[in-house]
């Protein structure tokens, strides 16, 4: 048949066969056992393939032709005794197949690949045999790999094939060929003990193994070559790689001349062996300089190579390359430089590519620099002169150097400078060597005299340095300056830099301790670091801080107030423990504050009593609060504060400052984002909105407190029960008449009801206490049958009475708006605190708590606004908070608008308002108006509490006249504040601040607006007190803040 006389496929037909042979068929074209051209699935097991044949004038693959078969696998096969054209066994063709455990063995193929030929394929091999095939055309006696796609070969034997062309020098690959591998393709790969021994391919190349070139190289790591044969490496070979040409000597020529001579070209492979196969060779100029000129031949430029080599010229040995070869050198120290190009023919087919050339030993050219062109040879310049060879009418004679150069060696090719060498000067010309200037002296810029060093500046101390001038102590200069390596002028040392030895100059100077060498700016400047972390190196903070003035805290520390950073203790869950530990006990500490704020309210404008000292104690605390958190923004001025001060002014911030409990950096990681400054905004933004739950904790707070009196009084009145009914017993026996002891009780002669008495207030009762217990002492030591009789129970009728006389004076409220719930003997229920109205308890608590964190929701928002300018550049201009934010860019300004303003807005200006708003609006409701009108009913009395109440720590403590006077010192202290932040100047922030401070003590002195003597006086102290920090402080002003040299 034509094709696959034993078995043929087409189409998508898979095959499987197994345990059988295919002998003894023959096809014209090939494929005899089998030509499989499907893309099917084929699986072939255990068959033998033998003495099957393809027409030796063109039919290939002998016993198996696979094409386009995609998915083939061949396992425990043999193919032996096939012969064809191509591939004595088989022919791969755009395919992949792996062949396993299969023997190929003494076939023939009458051309290439005796046993097979893979094209355009992907051929895996392992644990094969492939032995005793032949390829009688000359290449590949075992295979041919021909344009391969990729392939492995592995535990595979290739012995005793041979490639036996009649053409010795054309035989190619005894054991293995591979050719036309594209750039684009995989590299065929021996990949592990593949054993390659007894090939040949007689007279040629590559016993073992031959590629032709370039992406045909195979990756042979896993071959073991045992002894192969072939004249052109015995293991291993490759085609055409390069060309390695000589002359017989080098030439020194005067410009534009002619010559003949001979160049010998070895023409290699990639393994720097001889290519034994004859190839065409042409030899062309190369330009190496465009400033230089071309050589060019005449004669012959291409010629064949003959056991690797060739020759051009007229001394060739081979009378067919004598052609007279020229070359011409238009200008002098011309360099010749050539190139070879192969014509190569392959399997693959001829191509034609330049060579890569090495060892070009060629020199067409005049004398080299340095050197003088004689006849015969070339002369080298004696010291102090030198030759380039770049002028054609000074090729004869050696140049003298200049003044303030030299030429030490014979054969200089050009002169020195005495600046760029070891220094010193020549005054003549021709020197050959640079003379020492004396001391404190340095050669001027043209290096012809020695000049003295510049003010400040002295002769280096340094044998091996002697040219060099050095800035003394205290000064430094700019290496950009410099002139002949020493300083152009020496200037002082900049505020803040390290000056303490001799030549310090831009590039080494270090800063002072506490002082960061500014990158903002080309001169050199300090800044004035904010902390004590800044170690005196350049770039180098004490441990736990890094970045911008060592403001920043490295992995495991985290911020601590504004610039300290401290140990991370226990990782990042433990930091946000001690974060929700720390905001737990500043909610608590600002709940009992608000409990105690609310029951001294009530108790104020309920009961009308005075509470005395402790109302005193909380007037003051609230002045003295003030003036410090009105003090500590002197920290955030432009002064320069002695270190202790700086301490006592950043303690008085933190008072008024709950961002300074956060401590965001160990829970949140050095480089997170977003960063901590902004996550610190976040959260203290978002407090204020657990308010109206810690606002209900207050008020059960209060229920609990409320319960607890309740109980008190209900165990004072069973006391007094005990007491009346021990009374009527005593007036019984001593027979005095039921009318006198009830006018007794009704307080005829003007004493209050047992229900008024028990209903007091609760100073009152405090008041009675000590009586309280005498008169439960009196009840346990006055029974009846007591040894003291009658004459003890008449004297107790006499205390009581006594009493009585005592609480006519005692006048208070009625109790109809305290709700204890306690009846009393005369069934009525008499009330205590339980019974406020509980939006006045809600807003009271909140509008208490709001106050104690409107200093911290300022700062914060503020915080997001303060830019320090570091420097000239628009990056210097940096968040105080965090340095190595840069104000102004993404994503500070989003921040600053979207977070800071509506802060600014709702919190700084907004909270204010809202207070003043209430206060004007209810002013008439405060207890001034009615708390001592006896004609004020009740339900007039909880209206004006419902109102008031909320807004007592704003007015308590002041004249009825100036109730808003507290929202004048919070305006006062978000003024100073603001200056701090937005004010640049550190002039006008003193002048600012001092006005203001100036300002308020006027008004204080004219006002007055406490209704404390007290109160009064300590407000005016901690105005002069803050007179005294501003106004001292502005005499340590320092501007601006990076000072400059």
């Known amino acids: 048949g034509l094709l696959g006389a034993g078995i043929s496929t087409n189409g998508q037909a898979s095959l499987y066969v197994y345990d059988t042979t295919i002998t003894k068929n023959f096809a014209t074209l090939g494929g005899a056992g089998m030509y499989l051209g499907s893309t099917g699935s084929i699986r072939v097991r255990n068959v033998t393939l033998t003495n099957n044949t393809g027409d030796a004038q063109e039919g290939d693959a002998g016993s198996l032709w696979l094409e386009g078969a995609t998915d083939s696998e061949f396992h425990h096969c043999i193919i032996n005794d096939n012969s064809a054209l191509n591939g004595g066994a088989a022919k791969i063709v755009f395919s992949n197949v792996l062949m396993n455990d299969c023997q190929l063995g003494n076939n023939v193929a009458s051309d290439t690949g005796g046993a097979v030929v893979t094209v355009n394929s992907t051929a895996n091999f392992t644990n094969c045999e492939i032995f005793n095939n032949t390829a009688m055309g000359g290449t590949g006696g075992g295979m041919v790999i021909l344009q391969a796609e990729g392939g492995i070969i592995s535990d595979t034997s290739i012995y005793n094939n041979r490639a036996n062309g009649t053409i010795a020098t054309a035989n190619k690959g005894g054991g293995v060929a591979i050719f036309g591998v594209r750039a684009t393709s995989a590299r065929v790969v021996f990949l592990s003990n593949v054993r390659i021994f007894n090939n040949y391919a007689e007279g040629g190349a590559g016993g073992g193994v031959y590629w032709d070139r370039d992406n045909s190289q195979p990756d042979l790591s896993g071959a073991i070559f045992g002894v192969n044969y072939a004249t052109q490496g015995s293991n291993v070979a490759s085609g055409v790689h390069q060309a390695i040409w000589n002359a017989d000597k080098d030439v020194f020529v005067p410009s534009n001349a002619a010559l003949n001579f001979s160049l010998f070209v070895n023409i290699t492979d990639y393994y720097a062996q001889l290519v034994i196969e004859p190839t065409p060779v042409t030899l062309e100029t190369q330009t190496i300089s465009t400033s230089r000129g ?233 800044i004035k670091c904010r902390n004590l972390a800044c170690e005196g190196v350049r770039d180098e903070c004490a441990t736990g801080y ?310 911290s929701l300022v700062l914060q928002a503020f915080k997001l606004f303060h830019c320090e300018t570091l420097g000239s550049t628009p990056n210097s201009i940096v968040l105080a908070a965090d340095m190595s934010e840069i104000c102004y860019q993404s994503p500070h300004w989003e921040y600053q608008m979207l977070l800071g303003a509506p802060m600014i807005l709702a919190y700084g200006i ?42 007592y720590l704003f007015y308590h403590g002041y004249k009825h006249q100036y109730f808003v006077y507290e929202i004048f010192i919070m305006f006062r202290k978000v003024t100073i504040v603001f200056f701090a932040v937005f004010v640049n100047a550190a002039q006008i922030q003193a002048l600012l601040a001092i006005l203001l401070v100036v300002s308020s003590i006027m008004l204080q002195i004219r006002i007055e607006p406490f209704d404390d003597e007290i109160a009064n006086k300590v407000e005016i102290a901690g105005l002069f007190s803050s007179f005294t920090i501003y106004f001292l402080g502005a005499f340590l002003y320092i501007a601006p803040e990076y000072a400059k040299s």
């Open 910 to 951: 907004g909270y204010p308002a809202f207070c003043l708003w209430w206060l004007v609006r209810y002013r008439k409701h405060m207890p001034v108006h009615w708390k001592n009108n006896p004609k004020v009913s009740d339900e007039e009395r909880r209206e004006h509490i419902k109102h008031t109440m909320p807004i």
């Open 294 to 526: 071309v050589g060019t031949f005449t004669g012959s430029k291409t010629q064949i190579t003959n056991e690797g080599w060739t020759c051009f010229g007229s001394k060739c040995p081979h009378p067919a390359n004598t052609g007279l070869f020229f070359i011409s050198a238009p200008l002098n120290n011309f360099t010749f430089a050539a190139k070879a190009t192969a014509t190569f023919s392959s399997a693959a087919g001829s191509s034609s590519f330049d060579l890569i050339t090495q060892s070009s030993n060629l020199r067409v050219q005049d004398c080299g620099a340095g050197q003088l062109r004689l006849p015969e040879e070339c002369i080298n310049c004696q010291p102090g002169y030198y030759q380039n060879n770049t002028n054609p009418t000074n090729d004869t004679v050696c140049i003298p150097c200049a003044a303030g150069s030299f030429a030490s060696t014979w054969g200089s090719k050009e002169c020195i400078l005495c600046s760029d060498a070891e220094g010193g000067r020549t005054e003549d010309v021709g020197a050959s060597i640079c003379v020492q200037c004396d001391e404190n002296r340095v050669p001027n810029e043209p290096g012809t005299r020695c000049e003295s060093c510049v003010t400040n500046a002295r002769h280096k101390i340094g044998v091996e340095e002697w040219w060099e001038c050095v800035c003394i102590k205290n000064y430094f200069s700019y290496e950009r300056d410099f002139i002949n390596r020493n300083p152009s002028e020496c200037l002082n040392c900049p505020l803040g830099g390290n000056c303490l030895d001799f030549g310090v100059t831009d590039m080494n100077i270090n800063p002072q301790k506490r002082f960061w060498l500014s990158p903002y700016e080309t001169d050199v400047t300090f």
């Open 546 to 855: 890094r970045g911008t003035l060592c403001t920043e805290c490295i992995e495991g520390y985290g911020r601590y107030r504004d610039y300290e950073c401290l140990p991370c203790l226990g990782g990042a869950i433990m930091a946000l423990f001690r974060f929700m530990g720390a905001v737990m006990f500043v909610c608590l500490i600002g709940v009992l504050l608000t409990v105690i704020n609310v029951a001294e309210a009530e108790n104020e404008m309920t009961l009308g009593q005075d509470t005395g000292q402790w109302d005193r104690v909380a007037t003051l605390a609230k002045i003295t609060l003030s003036a410090a958190q009105f003090n500590s923004v002197a920290a955030d001025f432009d002064y320069e504060w002695p270190s202790f001060v700086k301490g006592v002014l950043d303690t008085q911030g933190a008072i008024g400052d709950m961002g300074s409990f956060l401590n965001v950096d160990c829970a949140q990681g050095r480089d997170a984002r977003p960063k901590a400054i902004y996550v610190e905004s976040l959260l203290v933004a978002g407090i204020p909105l657990a308010i109206p739950i810690l606002s209900l904790f207050t008020i059960l707070l209060l229920k609990v407190k409320d319960h607890y009196t309740a109980k008190k009084l209900q165990e004072d009145l069973e006391i007094r029960k005990a007491k009346e009914e021990k009374r009527k017993e005593l007036m019984r026996r001593l027979g005095i008449a039921p009318e006198h002891a009830n006018r007794l009780k009704e307080g005829q002669h003007g004493e209050k009801s047992l229900g008024s008495q028990l209903s007091e207030s609760k100073g009152e009762s405090k008041l009675d206490s000590k009586e309280g217990k005498d008169s439960v002492k009196a009840k346990d030591s006055s029974p009846i049958d007591s040894k003291h009789g009658d004459e003890g129970d008449e004297k107790e009728v006499k205390n009581e009475k006594a009493l009585m006389e005592k609480k006519r004076a005692n006048v208070g409220f009625d109790m109809a708006t305290a709700q204890y719930d306690i009846k009393g003997e005369d069934g009525k229920h008499y009330t205590g605190h339980g019974g406020f109205d509980f939006s006045a308890r809600f807003w009271a608590s909140s509008m208490s708590l709001f106050f104690m964190i409107y200093p």
